[in-house]
């Protein structure tokens, strides 16, 4: 879809018009999907996230501003759904955590083509571990790091995307980084 098309589409969305949204839906549900996913860490609840987004999406579609991006402003919703959803379950964690504190939080992965028993072992370690690493990161640390590395975006898009100023976002990406390096040191000595 071209950029005159999406205006129109969009255009017809905000009017009301349900195959118009559909449309839009279409267009940018694996993407949604993709970040929803790659915050929380599960596919349910990714799969939540995007409902529950494009939801919010809907009724506040009168709110969006035409001058927008509406990429950006549906990725603000998918970045504050994931974020919501990950302190709920942060703040559940903490209260069944008194209880029986050797739950694992490791997520599972899809597997990876891989030459070898040994190398698919080695790769869902390091999957494991990853996923234990950004699951220990705050929830907004966790978007930053999302948005900046998985998806590619640009410090402003992010800082759009979180409602932060740039040097927040910067120091946001930072932190996630940093603490992700200590988290993840035990990998590269075994590498070596």
């Known amino acids: 879809m071209d950029a005159t098309e999406a205006a129109a589409v969009l255009a ?6 349900s195959d118009a949204f559909r449309a839009l839906v279409e267009t940018h549900s694996r993407s949604v999907f993709r970040l929803a996913f790659r915050m929380t860490g599960n596919e349910q609840d990714a799969e939540d996230v995007v409902q529950e987004s494009f939801l919010r999406a809907y009724r506040q579609l009168g709110r969006f501003e035409s ?3 509406f990429g950006t402003w549906l990725y603000r919703i998918v970045s504050n759904c994931s974020v919501d ?9 903490d209260q069944v955590r008194g209880d029986s504190l050797d739950q694992d939080g490791a997520v599972e992965l899809p ?9 698919v072992a080695q790769s869902a370690e390091i999957d494991r571990r ?3 690493a950004l699951q220990d990161l705050s929830p907004l640390e966790r978007a930053a790091f999302t948005l900046r590395h998985y998806e ?3 410090i402003e898009e992010i800082s759009a995307t979180l409602g932060l100023g740039t040097s927040a976002a910067k120091h946001s990406v930072f ?8 988290a993840l040191a035990p990998l590269r000595s075994q590498a070596s």
């Open 152 to 154: 590619g975006r640009s």
């Open 111 to 119: 597997a990876v083509d891989a030459p070898g028993p040994e190398r």
């Open 12 to 17: 017809r969305a905000r009017q009301g018009d």
């Open 67 to 69: 001058r927008a991006n």
């Open 85 to 93: 959803l990950m302190r709920s379950k942060q703040a559940r964690h």
């Open 130 to 132: 990853v996923q234990h």
């Open 175 to 182: 932190r996630a980084v940093k603490k992700l390096r200590v």
